[in-house]
């Protein structure tokens, strides 16, 4: 049985995971690369394996970066089963058919407007690869794809009857995430087990449940994203939250808070809700100005038996979580534009690294003026224009245009959807001494490479970073 890495190596994006097991194909994530151009530019070359021949993606949850290339394989042929939990199902077409839409708005603009097009593109990069930008897929693919899903609630363990056993187990990071644990019969006839980290959550989160922990494994593959930090604390966090957004207010600015449209905005309006209804804040007028933020809150009120304790107590009380007096939602795009003359509101909008959308125009309109206070909460990929401003630039390109930065910038970790170095080594402890080999995947090459070190010195397991398209036996 062999895995190749086809994605997320020695880096944060574009998550894949190939596996033969000699009578199975099965990939585990088919994610988009994204950040800057020639990490990007991945996208448009062909696999490493032949799309026809899969038979099934496991796919552990909606974010574009573990999703956004099934589209392609569908478009080149593949025709297998789509394997995940149901919320992930509802939540990955919500993503695909936007970034369907976005890609083709964008490459529109460049067919009429030649090299000087797509401003969402020069929000993040310099912009030089436009010829190759064609979409990579259409609503239509996303639409075929959508037959393919077959849908399993965590915790049941299912016979595949291929000599391929799995189950999905919450994974505590965003709303239907999971990780994976395969048993498998090799050609050898011996039983290996395989455990998939998908994104490890941080315990805590609000809404959804803390990580699963899993106890015996052969080879685990180990997201480490923040491998080597640590959050502040969560009601630390929170706590800073609110005095930003008393700040703000009492100098009359407005806060612009980038957001992913799935998880960290409704962990947002759940704290917000939680300061409104409690007094702990004055009213303040709150505009959710992304509309596939407001369809992925649809989707989180259908699926309630997904929350943790917490929510599912106030929403038995009665409270909706994701609605409070002064929450406006913004649909069009010219009442988005109209926000630009009001002051001392809260924008909450997308895309959560700034790399497009609706947040980049209100960044250009209110980021020079010195009492805007940005609040980030979420990693900022680098390359994009989410980084630059967190990394304290104090001139950025927006929307072809220099811009001064004189707002106040606001980095809050402790929102992050991602474990810390404890959480992952916490997780990876609870396999004991059984792993042997632990495949550290989904970070920064540095850092993979630390946390690889790390977690070798200290469970004694041999570790290894595996690079792009590498290959390894799993005996
Ligand atoms: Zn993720």
Redesign the pocket.
Known sequence: MNIKFCGATRTVTGSCSYIDTGKFKFLVDCGAFQGKDDIEKLNYEPFPFNPTEIDAIFLT?A?F??CGRIPILVKQGFRGRIISTQPTRDLAMIVLLDAAKLQQESYERWSVKGKEVGQYRDASSEGTLYEQRKPLFSEEDVEEMFRLFEVYPYGASVDLHNGVEFRLRDAG??LG?AMVEFWVTTEAGRERKIVFSG?LGQPGARIIRDPDMVREADYVICEATYGNRLHKNKDETVLELLSILKQAQEEGGNILIPSFAIERTQELLYEINLFVENKLLDPIPIYLDSPMASKATAVFRQYPTFYDEDARRLLDKGDDPFNFPGLHTIESAEESKRLINKSGVVIIAGSGMCTGGRIVHHIKNHISKPNTHMIFVGYQVDGTLGRRLVNGEKNVRVMNQDVEVRGQIHTLGGFS??ADQRDLRYWLRGFGHTPKKIFVTHADEEIAIGFATNVKTELNIETDVPKLNEEFELK
Do not use: L, V
């Open positions: 949850h974010h970066d573990h990071h965003i995430s994104d959807a991602h």
